[in-house]
C-alpha cells in the first residue's frame, strides 16, 4: 500500500499516524497472526479548551461563534462545510481523561 502525503498542517500529520497504526495492526496479523487494537479516541472537547478562533477545534469554534453571535445580538451563525462528513464528539474533564486513559493503557 502506497501513501501520497502532502505535509502541511499538524491535523494530517495526526490522521495519517492514525492510519499507519491501522496498516501494522494489519501487518502484524497477516504476517504473524498476531490480533491486535488500538484505541482511535473521537474528538474530545472540554474544560480548558481552546476557544482561539485561529487556532480551536471544531466545537470550541462552534461555542465562541454561538457567544459572540448572541453578545453581537445576531439571530444566526455561518458554520463551515456543507453539511455531508460526520463526526463524533465526547466532551470530558480533563482529570477524567487523564486518569482514565492512563488506566485503560495500563490493563
Not at 497472526?33 to 480551536?56: A, K, M, R
Not at 471544531?58 to 444566526?76: F, N, Q, R, Y
Amino acid at each position: 500500500m502506497l501513501f501520497v502525503v502532502c505535509f502541511f498542517a499538524a491535523t494530517q500529520l495526526y490522521g495519517l499516524a492514525k492510519k499507519m497504526l491501522l496498516v501494522q495492526s494489519q501487518a502484524y496479523r497477516d504476517q504473524y497472526g498476531f490480533n491486535s487494537i488500538f484505541l482511535l479516541p473521537v474528538n474530545l472537547y472540554g474544560t480548558g479548551d481552546n476557544f482561539d478562533p485561529e487556532s480551536s477545534h471544531v466545537i470550541p469554534a462552534l461555542i465562541k461563534k454561538c457567544i459572540d453571535a448572541k453578545e453581537a445580538g445576531s439571530k444566526e451563525i455561518v458554520v463551515w462545510g456543507d453539511g455531508t462528513p460526520t463526526r463524533e464528539f465526547l466532551y470530558v474533564e480533563k482529570e477524567y481523561l487523564v486518569n482514565n486513559v492512563w488506566n485503560c493503557c495500563n490493563l
